[in-house]
């Protein structure tokens, strides 16, 4: 069957766009499609049984997409983080 999809990761406003930070990672998809990573820098499933997940986008702090594999640990890698700091300003 095919993998799901990552869930959304949150959005955020800055500079006047919105952004999504922290989406999940796909499953993967024995045999058929990887599931899609999600909006904010999830990773993608792998699209058949042997194969790795896909990593997560740097700095999003979004999970690896899944993978399988008989002899290996085959999920993504998670990405790293990011801290965002809001604050007023009367400048």
Request: proline share 7%; no cysteine.
């Amino acid at each position: 069957s095919t993998g799901g999809a990552g869930g959304a990761g949150r959005a955020y406003s800055i500079g006047g766009s919105s952004t999504y930070y922290a989406g999940g990672g796909g499953a993967n998809g024995f045999a058929n499609a990887g599931g899609a990573g999600g909006s904010g820098g999830g990773g993608a499933g792998s699209p058949n049984p042997e194969g790795a997940g896909q990593p997560a986008t740097t700095n999003t702090g979004g999970g690896g997409g899944g993978g399988w594999s008989y002899s290996t640990p085959a999920g993504g890698a998670g990405g790293p983080g990011i801290i965002i700091i809001k604050y007023p300003y009367n400048g």
